[in-house]
């Protein structure tokens, strides 16, 4: 299972095409869609197959790098709140190349959930003070004995402990030249 809540600004501009260029053949050919989502599930996968020795963090880490790079490439933002899992492990991402992000908060062994660990866009119970935000540009890893690890994700983006604001979007109308 995968998911993504995010965006990729511009990204049926000019990261689409840069993200399919990077998904394998045998994958390319399952892209029946237009969003970001599958874009980024299908190039997820690609790597995987790419180099199948990684564990599945160290893949969704390749694939926030290989975004990155495409993002800095296209002046594009990501922002990338993820979860995927194979049944066994589950993988959760906060990431945003730009101060704005997406919120994400989780819970461990709460009243609610005494034998889980949630995560959620928002708490589920706000009288439930054992809620956390989920730190921005930080990857958790939940094994199958329901352990937790986080791990910091490399951000390029970030000069001097501060992210850049959002880019303005500019619009190009072409209008018919009058004769």
């Not at 066994?88 to 959930?113: C, G, H, N």
């Not at 866009?121 to 690890?149: A, C, G, H, K």
């Amino acid at each position: 299972i995968f998911m993504h809540n995010g965006i990729i600004s511009d990204f049926k501009r000019c990261m689409m095409r840069a993200i399919r260029q990077q998904i394998a053949d045998p994958f390319y050919s399952h892209l029946l869609g237009t969003t970001d989502s599958e874009h980024i599930f299908h190039l997820y996968l690609s790597i995987r197959q790419e180099q199948p020795t990684l564990t599945m963090a160290e893949a969704m880490l390749e694939t926030i790098a290989r975004l990155n790079t495409l993002a800095e490439k296209h002046g594009s933002d990501l922002i990338l709140n993820m979860a995927l899992t194979d049944g066994k492990t589950i993988v959760v991402t906060r990431y945003t190349s730009i101060e704005k992000s997406a919120t994400l908060y989780y819970t461990q062994s709460s009243p609610m959930f005494p034998e889980a660990i949630v995560v959620a866009s928002e708490p589920l119970d706000y009288r439930d003070t054992s809620w956390q935000t989920f730190p921005l540009n930080t990857m958790m890893v939940i094994n199958e004995r329901n352990e937790l690890s986080m791990i910091p994700i490399p951000n390029p983006f970030l000069k001097d402990g501060h992210l850049p604001s959002a880019r303005p979007v500019t619009l190009k109308i072409s209008t018919p030249t009058e004769n």
